[in-house]
């Protein structure tokens, strides 16, 4: 137990220049600047088919997209961002770690519809601002036999643009799956 905290806390402290963590059940629609500090060409890579043994889930980058890790390559996984435009105004934050406290288990609000990932139990719903920006959230949890994982998804588009950001959104939503392979 008090090795996998070691390697979690040297994990947060790794991710947290790359990450700047949401609160889900903050009110406010957020940028992708306040959501990540991620950028393109900072840390790992992913294109197309994304697996990892440890939160033992697999998903596709939609084709032509790239997902970024934004930290030091050898840093211990805990998601990506995927730009959809050149201007980084629009992105999916994808993130996923170990649930370290038993109680604080996945509480969506009740405006959340069900979904499932694979074995994984998610919760999504959309927040939109009058500045035209929109939210759409998915927050999710997985019971693996020795651990509890915990994540989120965040699209993050201007409203004008929903429905062709929501399009690469769903498809990688679509593409992830929790569970052995």
Excluded at 22 to 29: E, P, R, T
Excluded at 141 to 164: A, C, V
Aim: glycine share 8%; with cysteine.
């Amino acid at each position: 137990m008090i090795k996998k905290l070691i390697v979690l806390l040297i994990a947060l402290s790794f991710t947290e220049a790359a990450y700047c963590q949401v609160s889900v059940h903050q009110s406010k629609v957020v940028s992708c600047a306040q959501a990540t500090k991620t950028r393109p060409q900072i840390g790992n890579a992913f294109l197309g088919s994304v697996s990892n043994d440890d939160y033992a889930f697999s998903a596709r980058i939609p084709n032509g997209l790239t997902g970024w890790g934004g930290v030091y390559k050898d840093a211990p996984f805990h998601g990506f961002t995927i730009f959809l435009d050149s201007n980084m105004e629009a992105c999916v934050v994808f993130e996923v770690h170990l649930r370290v406290d038993g109680d604080d288990s996945a509480r969506p609000p009740s405006v959340a519809t069900s979904i499932q990932l694979g074995k994984a139990q998610g919760w999504e719903w959309i927040r939109e601002a009058n500045s035209g920006w929109t939210n759409i959230h998915l927050l999710f949890s997985f019971r693996q036999p020795n651990q509890m994982d915990d994540g989120e998804i965040l699209l993050i588009t201007p409203t004008s643009r929903l429905k062709e950001t929501k399009a690469a959104y769903d498809a990688f939503v679509r593409s992830i799956k929790f569970g052995p392979k």
